[in-house]
């Protein structure tokens, strides 16, 4: 099922303790353009197809990546695209977006995300040894 953008953005307000959506928004945008980048194929858009169209169409069309990022700099990237972010706070946006994507995905497609990624995403995304 397809989470409404209202429900998605909610739910990183939430677990990214914002403001306002906008905040919420603006990191949902960096870390889906960035995850969209190391997840591929099938596996990409059967996630793409769980969200938000919005946010689908960011993850389909992400920022370019040259070779697959360690959490660590991921979580850099992620800080490097957001105006005034550290990687403090990347990390707590980071957190806050991935962990709304685990939900919406579901343990068995996350598994397989996770499989497409470096080591040590599934902190990232609040489910500790997943794979």
Excluded: C
């Excluded at 909610?10 to 990214?16: A, N, P, S, T």
């Amino acid at each position: 099922m397809t989470l409404r953008r209202e429900a998605f953005l909610d739910h990183v307000v939430e677990r990214g303790q914002y403001g306002s959506r906008a905040e919420a928004e603006r990191a949902a945008r960096v870390v889906l353009a960035l995850l969209g980048a190391h997840v591929v194929g099938e596996v990409r858009a059967r996630l793409a197809a769980r969200l938000p169209e919005s946010f689908a169409l960011i993850l389909l069309n992400p920022l370019q990546s040259t070779e697959p990022l360690s959490p660590e700099r991921f979580v850099r990237a992620t800080a490097a695209w957001i105006e005034g972010a550290t990687e403090k706070t990347a990390a707590w946006d980071v957190s806050a977006v991935l962990s709304t994507v685990a939900d919406a995905a579901g343990d068995d497609l996350l598994g397989q995300i996770l499989l497409q990624l470096p080591a040590g995403y599934d902190l990232l995304f609040g489910r500790p040894q997943l794979t």
